[in-house]
């Protein structure tokens, strides 16, 4: 899975990512560790503090207080990060976005249908639906943007049948989570 944008909730920093990356059905409190709990138990890079994976919202929200080592060290990979100026609650059918996946790296379609729904284990998803698949595993959580980057508009979710990327709404990731913001 990937992270999808450090962000704080309640003034603690932290960062979004898709729900059913974290769930183990065990709730809100679980360790989670980048890119895997070492030996040591150490690599720990904040506790689930928001798990949901309901028609609303697959989303997750990481607080980062209680992390091992250097938290700057966890959003560092091969990409070239730019900083989130603004939000798009729901793109518009036509728009370009980008999303960037732990797998895919930067991948680019076209939003299709912005009022989707993705049925997933039994559960209807309210998502943004593009035109072609552009994801691989891991991309999970990943941020949607627009082209250049600095226009947040959701986080992966899924693909299906290798047709079409889809990903929940930033409307639906901050009302589900309560109280994110810059």
Not at 34 to 63: H, M, R
Request: glycine residues 12%; proline residues 3%; hydrophobic residues 30%.
């Amino acid at each position: 899975c990937t992270i999808g944008l450090a962000i704080p909730r309640g003034g603690i920093d932290g960062f979004i990512t898709a729900g059913h990356c974290v769930d183990d059905t065990s709730g809100s409190g679980d360790d989670v560790y980048q890119p895997t709990e070492d030996l040591f138990g150490s690599n720990k890079v904040g506790d689930v503090s928001v798990d949901l994976y309901q028609a609303q919202c697959d989303c997750a929200w990481i607080d980062q207080s209680s992390a091992d080592g250097n938290q700057k060290s966890v959003w560092s990979n091969t990409n070239t990060w730019t900083a989130i100026t603004s939000f798009t609650n729901r793109p518009s059918s036509g728009t370009n976005v980008m999303l960037h996946g732990a797998t895919s790296t930067l991948a680019y379609a076209v939003v299709d249908d912005p009022y989707a729904t993705a049925t997933i284990d039994g559960i209807t998803f309210d998502v943004v639906d593009t035109t072609t698949d552009v994801s691989s595993g891991g991309d999970s959580g990943g941020a949607w943007t627009n082209y250049s980057s600095n226009n947040f508009m959701g986080t992966h979710q899924g693909a299906v049948d290798g047709s079409r990327s889809f990903f929940i709404p930033w409307e639906n990731v901050k009302s589900s989570t309560n109280g994110l913001g810059l």
